[in-house]
């Protein structure tokens, strides 16, 4: 599975967008990108995952550049419960095993 | 109502001891994983069964032995505890390994071994 490269650490005002982004240059064609988070204490949850085009759901967008080397998780509306370290993984679709990362701990701030 | 639950939340126990961590879902999934978040908070798998078969199993010590009664339940059985065991183990389930990518985690059992 490819290497992602997130940064360390992030903040966010409540109610604004969070832009977290994820670099995977080393990507090959059948590999998507997925995203999980893990809010402090918990199981991580899974939030979202995509292969070429850009995907939505009830809790996030995903952004894929055209040459898919670099992808961005969008929460729209960012709240206090959205404090959560963030894990962009990058692995072929039939492997079922996800390989965890460091992650971005977003930080919600009032 | 919970999806995956695991028994217990919490573990003490002293080193030497055996210990069985335990793991069920009601989501009526085939696949069921364990994983282990060390003080550092890097998260690795350690196992995965498939309809109560083994498929993954990374480069565990012998001391982990995972067991599959049914499809609903994997649980850990840890012998000979380790100061370096200590750790926050999670249970996960997909529907299956070809939907393997949408994993729903248990909320951990953290282990202390003194």
């Known amino acids: 599975d490819a290497k992602t490269t997130q940064p360390t650490s992030m903040d966010c005002a409540e109610g604004r967008a969070a832009n977290l982004p994820c670099n995977h240059s080393t990507i090959s064609g059948n590999e998507y990108v997925y995203w999980y988070r893990q809010i402090h204490s918990q199981g991580p949850q899974y939030i979202i995952h995509g292969l070429k085009n850009n995907e939505t759901n009830e809790m996030a967008s995903l952004i894929i550049t055209e040459d898919r080397k670099s992808s961005t998780l969008i929460l729209p509306h960012a709240t206090l419960r959205d404090t959560a370290v963030y894990y962009c993984i990058v692995r072929v679709g039939s492997n079922y095993k996800l390989t965890f990362g460091k992650g971005t701990l977003l930080t919600v701030n009032p | 109502d919970t999806a995956v639950s695991q028994t217990p939340k919490y573990l003490v126990t002293q080193m030497g001891n055996d210990k069985s961590i335990k793991c069920e879902q009601n989501?009526?999934?085939?696949?069921m994983y364990w994983y282990k978040q060390d003080s550092k908070k890097f998260l690795k798998i350690m196992f995965s069964?498939?309809?109560?078969?083994?498929?993954i199993n990374e480069t565990v010590p012998n001391r982990f032995s995972p067991k599959s009664p049914d499809k609903a339940h994997l649980n850990l059985h840890i012998n000979s505890l380790e100061l370096g065991d200590s750790a926050v183990y999670f249970c996960?389930?997909?529907?299956?390994?070809?939907?393997?990518?949408?994993?729903?985690f248990g909320p951990g059992t953290r282990l202390t071994v003194t």
């Open positions: 996960a389930s997909s529907q299956d390994l070809a939907l393997g990518y949408e994993q729903y």
């Open positions: 069964y498939n309809n109560k078969e083994l498929i």
């Open positions: 989501l009526g999934h085939d696949t």
